[in-house]
């Protein structure tokens, strides 16, 4: 029997409780707004944890949630995290008899865990490596998400608590983890064991010649314990160049470079010796550049969003998970080029048109995961963005799913 080409990934997995048609704007949330940046507010578009907020507000979470929403039950319960997501995504992408999509991650002793394992169930991932290995809670998201903000572009408040994550360990990523073609680090700003030893974790990657990718979320930690320094990612010594391929928000590839401007934070990258990246920004253009070695050679770059997700489609849903299935988009295209592609020669705009697609389908419904009524569902809708954003730029059709 021929060998699955395996595709690993640790990072950020967790319950998402969301909370649609909260009002950025009214009195109840600028009553908890912060008021300077990693004082423990809430902040459009950031995260905060829960313990971070009581202490900011001197009101308990429970009662703030409520004053916020005028209920303690969410609109839907879903799976979230910038590593979970995105790769229960590609899970739905690749067929199952050629790939192997495996995620490792920490759940708690309780009822979240059953919720997640319940839901994980329903989608192709595999998820024997993410498991019971904590007493502490299982990690949990509320998503306060206003469809309205920022001129009907919509926007999201994260307020998370790390729980069992805080217990997963490098020692808990055994030699089947490393054993894989690609090797994924999604949203570790949420698991600090993992983020903490980034760089090691990256240079056992390389040793297994695997391809790497990072994929950033809010570093909050960080950002609270000194605002104006910028957050560390890939170790004292800036091995940036053990990355393959870097997936980051406007925020997060500021915050990283620590610099104002997202063309300066993408020559950062590029002198850095990332090998690709792809900067995002909401409803704006993205950045992408490649070196060379994975991707064919390409200059920073500015590539639009799809013209498909217009107002009308996001108000069918949310932007929740926009960018962890679009960072699925990368994934699934890595995977397919891997089985024939030789680094240097990879498509990075086929890379990039799968990413699109996929984080603009997100916005047709609820939630970051989109559970299948049959397999194949999703990959069917997401090659009708893809196909139309490649008409709307005018790139040739390129490899297929």
């Not at 909370?19 to 578009?45: A, M, N």
């Not at 699934?332 to 705009?349: M, P, V, W």
């Amino acid at each position: 029997m021929k060998r699955k080409l395996t595709i690993t990934g640790v990072g950020c997995a967790l319950a998402d409780f969301i909370y649609t048609g909260i009002g950025f704007e009214t009195p109840q949330f600028k009553k908890y707004l912060s008021r300077k940046t990693g004082d423990g507010g809430l902040s459009p578009g950031r995260l905060v944890f829960t313990d971070e907020l009581e202490r900011f507000s001197g009101v308990t979470y429970p009662e703030i949630l409520k004053e916020l929403s005028g209920t303690s039950s969410p609109d839907a319960v879903n799976l979230g995290g910038p590593g979970l997501v995105s790769f229960i995504h590609a899970s739905q992408m690749l067929p199952g008899d050629t790939f192997d999509v495996r995620f490792y991650g920490s759940l708690g002793d309780d009822d979240t865990a059953e919720k997640i394992l319940a839901l994980a169930g329903r989608t192709p991932l595999n998820v024997s490596g993410y498991i019971r290995r904590s007493s502490k809670p299982t990690p949990f998201t509320h998503v306060l998400s206003d469809p309205h903000f920022a001129d009907g572009h919509g926007e999201r408040t994260f307020v998370n608590n790390i729980g069992a994550a805080w217990d997963l360990t490098p020692a808990m990523l055994d030699d089947d983890f490393f054993d894989a073609r690609i090797i994924c680090f999604g949203g570790t700003a949420l698991v600090p064991g993992i983020h903490d030893n980034l760089t090691d974790l990256l240079k056992r990657s390389k040793k297994s010649n695997a391809i790497t990718l990072v994929n950033t979320v809010f570093d909050f930690r960080n950002e609270k314990s000194d605002p104006e320094k910028p957050w560390p990612l890939a170790g004292e010594n800036e091995e940036y160049s053990l990355i393959d391929v870097l997936i980051m928000d406007r925020e997060e590839a500021l915050r990283i470079s620590g610099k104002r401007d997202e063309n300066d934070a993408a020559e950062f990258f590029a002198e850095k010796d990332v090998s690709s990246f792809f900067i995002t920004n909401g409803a704006s253009d993205i950045l992408a550049f490649s070196n060379g070695r994975l991707f064919s050679r390409m200059d920073i770059s500015a590539f639009p969003v799809s013209r498909m997700v217009t107002p009308g489609l996001r108000s069918k849903g949310d932007t929740t998970g926009c960018g962890d299935n679009f960072a699925g988009g990368i994934i699934s295209s890595l995977a397919l080029q891997a089985k024939n592609a030789e680094r240097g020669s990879y498509d990075l705009i086929d890379a990039l048109s799968w990413a699109v697609a996929s984080g603009g389908f997100t916005c047709s419904y609820v939630g970051g995961t989109y559970f299948e009524k049959h397999p194949g569902e999703k990959l069917e809708k997401i090659r009708e963005f893809r196909n139309d954003y490649l008409h709307q730029t005018g790139y040739q059709f390129k490899q297929e799913l």
